[in-house]
C-alpha cells in the first residue's frame, strides 16, 4: 500500500528517542548523592519510588492521549475523586471500594473519549468540564479531607523489603510494563501512533480513529484511578483536591519523556523515566530546603525549555530537508 512506509516511519520514531532522559537521570542522581549526602540512603529511594507510583500511572495515561494529539485535563480530577469514593465506601467493603473507583474512573476517560471523537468536541474543552465535575463531586462526598481506610489497605502498599516499597515499585514496573507492550508489541499501539501522526494515513488504513481516541482517553481515566487509589493508601483518606498538581506534572513528565506535544511520536519508557527526575527532583529539592513554589517554578521552566529546544529542532530539520531538495 502505498502509505505503509509512512505508517512505519510514524511508528519507528518512537523507539529511538528514550536513552536521553535516562542519562539526565542518572546525572541528576550522581548531583544529588553529591550535594545532599541523605540523597542516597535508602530512605530517599524509599521516598522517590513512592512519589513517583501515582504520578506515573497519570503521566502513562497522558501519554496514551498525547499520542493521538489530545489532552487530558481530568486526570487531577479522578485522582481527587477517586480518594473520596475510596474513603466512603473501603470502610463498609474494600473491594466494592476500590471496583467502584477504577469504574468511575474508566467512566470518565470513556465519555472524554466519546465527546472528543464522535461529537467533536476540543479535547482541552471536554476534559476541562470532565474535571470541574469530577472535582464537584469529590467534594460533594468529601467537602474536607477525611473519612476511613482500612488500615490493611494501607498496610498492603507499605509493604517494604529492605526499606523498598516492593509494592509501589511492582506497580510502576506491571502497569508500565504491560502498556510498554501494548504501544510496542500490538497492532492496537501501532494504531495509536498512526492515528496521532497522520489521522488520514489512519483513515486510508481502515483505522477507527473515534475508536481509538474512546480507548486511550478510557486507558487514562483508568490509569488515573489506579493512581488515586494508590494515593489513598499515602494519605489514609480522602481529598477531593489531592490531585491538582498531577495535570501538570503528567503533561510534564510525558512531554519531557519525548511525546511530541502535536502526536504519534513518544514512548512510555521515555515518560517512566521523566517522572523518577520529576519525582528525584522533588525529593532533593526538599533534602536541601529549597520551597515547593521554586520547584513548581523549575518544572515549569523546565517543560518551556523542553517544547521550545524541539520546536527549534523539529523547524530546522524542516530547513534542513528543504535545502537539500533545492541543492537536488
Not at 480507548?215 to 494515593?231: D, E, P, Y
Request: glycine share 12%; hydrophobic share 50%.
Amino acid at each position: 500500500m502505498p502509505h505503509s512506509g509512512e505508517q512505519m516511519k510514524i511508528f519507528s520514531r518512537v523507539i529511538t528517542s528514550y536513552w536521553g532522559i535516562y542519562g539526565v537521570l542518572a546525572l541528576l542522581w550522581i548531583v544529588g548523592c553529591i550535594v545532599a549526602p541523605a540523597f542516597r540512603t535508602v530512605d530517599n529511594v524509599s521516598n522517590v519510588i513512592v512519589k513517583a507510583a501515582t504520578l506515573a500511572m497519570v503521566s502513562i495515561g497522558q501519554t496514551f492521549v498525547l499520542l493521538t494529539a489530545n489532552f487530558d485535563l481530568s486526570v487531577g480530577g479522578i485522582v481527587g475523586l477517586s480518594t473520596a469514593i475510596a474513603s466512603c465506601t473501603m470502610e463498609q467493603n474494600l473491594l466494592l471500594g476500590v471496583v467502584l473507583v477504577l469504574v468511575v474512573g474508566t467512566a470518565i476517560g470513556f465519555v472524554n473519549g466519546v465527546g472528543v471523537a464522535k461529537f467533536g468536541v476540543n479535547s482541552v474543552i471536554m476534559t476541562l468540564g470532565s474535571l470541574s465535575i469530577a472535582q464537584g463531586i469529590g467534594l460533594y462526598l468529601r467537602p474536607y479531607p477525611g473519612g476511613m481506610v482500612p488500615l490493611s489497605y494501607i498496610d498492603f502498599f507499605a509493604i517494604s523489603v529492605y526499606g523498598i516499597p516492593v509494592v509501589a515499585l511492582g506497580l510502576i514496573l506491571v502497569v508500565a510494563t504491560v502498556c510498554i507492550l501494548v504501544l510496542e508489541r500490538r497492532s492496537f499501539g501501532r494504531h495509536i501512533y498512526i492515528v496521532g501522526g497522520s489521522e488520514d494515513s489512519a483513515i486510508r488504513a481502515g483505522i477507527s480513529v473515534s475508536r481509538i481516541r474512546i480507548a486511550v482517553f478510557s486507558i487514562s481515566g483508568f490509569l488515573a484511578a489506579i493512581g488515586g487509589l494508590f494515593m489513598t493508601s499515602i494519605i489514609g483518606s480522602g481529598d477531593s483536591l489531592v490531585g491538582e498538581s498531577y495535570m501538570f506534572q503528567s503533561f510534564t513528565a510525558a512531554l519531557l519523556g519525548g511525546t511530541a506535544i502535536t502526536g504519534g511520536e513518544g514512548s512510555v519508557k521515555g515518560t517512566l523515566g521523566a517522572v523518577f527526575i520529576i519525582a528525584s527532583l522533588g525529593s532533593l529539592f526538599n533534602l536541601v530546603g529549597i520551597n515547593t513554589w521554586y520547584q513548581n517554578i523549575f518544572l515549569g521552566v523546565l517543560l518551556i525549555a523542553v517544547l521550545t529546544s524541539k520546536l527549534i529542532y523539529d523547524r530546522l530539520q524542516v530547513e534542513r530537508v528543504h535545502y537539500a531538495a533545492d541543492m537536488a
